[in-house]
């Protein structure tokens, strides 16, 4: 009798274990049956990777709903639109940001809400017409794009390096190195030659200085003597000529008042000219019989009957 007994408990606790099971999923569907629900369709211009059927729908971390469905737009295939029924009771408004998520370490992905001033109007989510939002690309969308293209620079940047490790270019690295440790050899061999030479800059610097600080001294003082001496010379010829300036145009003036005086003086002197030079011919004449009868007096005196003029 004992073992009857142990299966129909068994039996008892297995028919109460399904019948609590079914009554749960009853419970369940009535709950979500009698929730009513808002749609929206979310608009994606980047992949959603990781984004299925059924996976939650988040406003600030908290679950409201789940995804729908997820098709390509029509007028552009590389556009998804995902269609979202959130719970009624939420507020989604018109400047509300809708966003991918990462859902958990397996790559699945979740839509969240967020934002939404209370200023902002109800965005009105029918079933039958659900109004689109334009979702902005996530921090973890950026970060994939961002990483896709940093792996395929990485790839690129190995490639050039391998083609700039060539066996050619390795030969090419490997003579210039070794003239590189050539010329360091060199540079050591020569150091007293460089330390010397080093000292003669020194030396070579200290002499340009004290001929910088001698030619510095040198110009103030020939400032100074500009200050001292030249500057009053030029004060003085400024004055002078100060004074002049009122002589000149009392000159001017008169010259301009006696110009016709001036040019019938200057026609006299043009007819004193031919008088001027039978005088200089008399004069030159006179000067040669003088000379000669200095020398000859008797010859000259009664050598001839006239006086014989002597061009010089």
Known sequence: MEPKAHHVIIGFFTLAAVIAALLFALWLGK?????NWAYYRIGFDHPVGGLAKGNPVLYTGVPVGDVLDLTLAPDNPAHVRVLVRVNQDIPV????????????ITGSMSIQFTGGTP?????????????????????FSNL???????????????????RLMSEDN??????????????????????????????RFDEAGIRAEEAAIKVSAAADRSREVLDERVEPVLLAMSRALTTLQPTLDRLD?????????????????GEITPALRELRSTLRNLNSFTRRLEQDPTGTLWGGTGIKEYEQ
């Open 93 to 104: 408004r018109e400047n509300t940001r809708a966003g991918l998520v990462l859902a958990n």
């Open 253 to 269: 003036t008169l010259t301009g008042d006696n110009e016709l005086a001036l040019d019938a003086g200057l026609q006299g002197l």
């Open 144 to 162: 994939l794009t961002n990483g896709e293209a940093m792996l395929g620079k990485a790839e690129q940047l190995l490639e050039n390096a391998n």
């Open 119 to 139: 200023d902002s109007p109800i965005l009105e989510g029918h079933k039958a017409n659900p109004p689109l939002i334009a979702a902005e690309p996530s921090a």
């Open 170 to 199: 390795l030969s090419n690295i490997a003579e210039i190195l070794e003239n590189a440790r050539q010329a360091s050899e060199s540079l050591l061999a020569s150091r007293d030659e460089l330390e010397a030479l080093m000292t």
């Open 31 to 35: 709950s979500s049956t009698d929730t």
